[in-house]
């Protein structure tokens, strides 16, 4: 069994900041590529930040610039550090991370179970 486990959502007003972690924990051969996604209300969730199992990144253009993803493969950890966060910022943000379970198995992907970030005044 896998587990992911996201923290570091909450409250903040316009422009501050929040930095969301989500560990892998359990079953784990390997991690390859991690992820973070955002459900807003009623919308599909959508695809935010991504990075490589050797550090190389990509985002969504409403974050460039001001979201950074970044990982501990020692920790089988990722980050996403939010810096001048808007209202439309606001949402349900999961992990997502793809990792083989042992030698044999194929890769597979692997969701949090969400946390909230809210940016109001």
């Known amino acids: 069994q896998v587990q992911l486990v996201e923290s570091g959502g909450g409250l903040v007003q316009p422009g501050g900041s929040l930095r969301l972690s989500c560990v892998a924990s359990?079953?784990?051969?390997?991690?390859?590529?991690m992820r973070w996604y955002r459900q807003a209300p009623g919308k599909e969730r959508e695809w935010v930040a991504y990075?490589?199992?050797?550090?190389?990144?990509s985002y969504a253009d409403p974050v460039k610039g001001r979201f950074t993803i970044s990982r501990d493969n020692a920790k089988n950890t990722v980050y996403l550090q939010m810096n001048s966060l808007k209202p439309e910022d606001t949402a349900v943000y999961f992990c997502n991370v793809r990792l083989k379970t042992d030698r044999l198995s194929e890769l597979r992907d692997y969701w949090g179970q969400g946390t909230q970030v809210t940016v109001s005044s």
């Open positions: 990075i490589s199992t050797n550090g190389v990144t």
């Open positions: 359990g079953r784990i051969f390997s991690v390859n590529s």
